[in-house]
């Protein structure tokens, strides 16, 4: 165990997001509470935009924006070394953006089953349109 405890704490933003992870999957599959099931959705949508970030990140990189010009015979002088890929970090504001898009949705859906069969739990509702 001690082998691995350096490798743990280095990678504690990975482990986050693997017990994030589980918090979400937990309650989506256990509750029966549709707004417990949309908040824990957005947990589970949080652990994987800290997954993705996370693995966006570079030590000691860079934006990649270049800051001295062209090199030699007017080609550009670019070490990818020393830059971040943005990619990851643009794709994740995307899902934050669809995330919070989809929250209001699903929010606003809750509201409406509320007023129409008087509860959010699921075994109500199931019973409610079985009858």
Partial sequence: MADFLPYIVA??????????????????????????????????????????????????????ILLHGHGEHGALAIDPSQYANPLPHVLMLTAIVVGVSTLGVALAVLQKIHRVHGTIEEDEILESIEE
């Fill in 11 to 64: 990678k504690y933003n990975y482990w986050a997001a693997l017990v994030l992870l589980l918090i979400g999957l937990y309650g989506m599959i256990a509750k029966n509470n549709l707004l417990k099931k949309v908040i824990a959705m957005s947990i589970f949508q949080s652990a994987i935009i800290l997954f993705y970030v996370s693995m966006g990140d570079k030590k000691g990189s860079t934006i990649p």
